[in-house]
């Protein structure tokens, strides 16, 4: 599992099943395919017995950093913001595909809170081939145990 569409497949195959699961869960509907949610990025709409919770989903198979990657630009070259700044989700769910351990992260929350500590965090970037060219992603390296003890109503999951 090196492809980050496979690792997102999986994580967001997961986390539905997980949902489904719930006895709150009235429906799970995934909107990733969805232009009108894409451009939210909103990946899932969780009804429950308490009402729509609007979700993006981040895979990841980097456990073994204790880190989470907060993107900043998912394209640097084209200046697109990553998605971590502006999702419209209610909850960003994070997932490592390799332990099977989800991060619920109450956003916008998570997202005001890094806005303010992320210089305190390490940079980092990747690049991703396409076709002859490539582009690059950047974010943070921000540790879990930071983010759990500095933001409230952040939830871990084994599933």
Partial sequence: ??????VAKLAATDIEAWLRSQKETVSVTNVEDDPDYQCRDID???TSHQGEVLIEI???RWNKTRNFFFETYSNLEKGTPGCFLYTEADWLFYYFVNTRQLYRLPMPKTREWFKITMRRFRE???TTPVGTSYYTTVGRLVPITTVMMEVPGIKMEQL
């Fill in 1 to 6: 599992m090196h492809n980050a569409q496979e």
């Fill in 58 to 60: 981040k895979g990841d």
């Fill in 124 to 126: 980092r970037s990747t």
């Fill in 44 to 46: 899932l709409i969780w």
